[in-house]
């Protein structure tokens, strides 16, 4: 070997599937990566999206944009170099290419290319790409289960020999997470609308004008910390807030 990584390939997906999805780990020079509920696997990912909203800090070390692509909304993040960032405005549409990754229980895209594109024709080819590779995880899903049913004990394997093994483990660990969280889906959704508003209350009480910090939130809100951390990072991906320095929040 010559030590060298070879570049992951960028792959196209939607980005309800991209913040709906579970972020794995891995150690050494393993690429972390992405299990989507739909089973693909995404380290790199290239999206034909809308920016609907800029934010660049103070001494512009950092900055982000968030992205729609009429599925949701993610925001892609740039870190000291953001020559890209400033090349486009809330409206375009644009190409973005980048790492997914996850902090804090946010999944965002630390961005690599971004470019406007001028043919508005371009998200719906990009989207029906995506539709093809969903049509083509869900025949490799019926393919699955007809082969668990012809191999009682040995099914799996001859799947992964089938689809090869990378696309086979995320596949069948696609399907373990969703029996995972099929469980009390309604209340749980029920009782994050609630707090969702409880939070955002509590950051328009809190803020005096450089927006809410953090330790106030917790302080202000009677709910577990855990739950209070994954709805702030749910409003500062879609938009509706955003850290106008470290540790403070700001509705928009």
Partial sequence: MDGKQERLTAKRALVEDLVSGR??????????????????????????ATVTTKFVNDDESYAFIVLDDETETIRAKFFQDLGDYEKVEEGDLVLCVGKVQEYEGEIYINSEILKEVEDPNLMTLNLVEVVEELKSLEEDKERLEEL?????????????EEVGIER??????????????????????????????EVLEAIEDIDEGEGASYEDIIDEVDAEESDIDNVVNDLLTEGTCFEPRPGKIKKL
């Fill in 23 to 48: 972020y794995f780990r891995q150690e050494g020079f393993k690429s972390n990566y992405l299990i989507t509920p739909c089973g693909q696997r995404v380290s790199r990912v290239k999206l034909v």
């Fill in 168 to 197: 086979a483990e995320a596949i069948i660990k696609a399907e373990s997470l969703e029996e995972e969280d099929s469980f009390g889906e309604g209340e749980e959704e029920e009782d994050k609308s609630e707090l969702r508003n």
């Fill in 148 to 160: 668990r049913d012809e191999h009682p004990d040995n099914g799996e394997e001859v799947f992964a």
